[in-house]
């Protein structure tokens, strides 16, 4: 696994950051477990949470307004001084793309590492511009332990030299969804062990997911 080097005397230390990008409709804590997991593991400055504006792949369903997704996603990172939340996609026009995203953030020079799962890492190849991500960033793969971390073939054989690119983030198992914290909203179950009070706190003001 990829570590941390001691910086080398007379070198400027290089700022290391992880993006976790996502729709979070609502933020939960298995978002904030995955940013934390990723930071222990791969030694990162701060981690930087993207809410998606246009998600693209989840055209054929309502999706909340940005505003508040962007809100609810503030008050999940609040206590973490590491967490930061970006708007680079909510102001930005037309679809929200990862590829287009870590190639503006890439520019200023520190070592980026795009987090994400195992399943979207098996899905990459039908994203838009899988190379041109990986590229811009190395990718940070939450594994869950004891399964052994393998690449899928298919991944391999459509994005050559990704292996290279990715860092294995051992990760505890959490069986949460944006999807379930929203049917357990609309149904009256409790949200209490799912979601920080402060997201809690937007979705009851907003009356969101009723």
Known sequence: MFRARPPVEGQATVTRTGVLGGTFDPPHLAHLVLAAAAREALDLDRVL?????????????????????FEMTVAAVEPYEWAEVSRIELDRDGPSYA?????????????????????????????????????????????RPPAEFVVPAETVAALPGIEAR??????????ISSTDVRNRIRSGESTDVLVPEGVRAVIDRAGLYR
């Not at 993207?50 to 369903?61: I, L, Q």
């Not at 990715?166 to 069986?175: H, N």
Request: charged share 20%; proline share 8%; aromatic share 8%.
């Open 166 to 175: 990715i860092d294995a983030v051992p990760m505890v198992a959490l069986d």
């Open 99 to 143: 590829a287009e995203t870590m190639a503006a953030l890439a520019a200023d020079g520190e070592q980026w590492w795009f987090i994400l799962g195992t399943d979207a890492l098996a899905d990459l190849p039908a994203w838009h511009e899988p190379l041109a991500l990986i590229a811009s960033a190395r990718l940070a793969v939450a594994v």
């Open 49 to 69: 949470f993207v809410p998606a504006g246009e998600p693209w792949r989840k055209a054929d369903r309502e999706v909340t307004p940005a505003k508040l997704r």
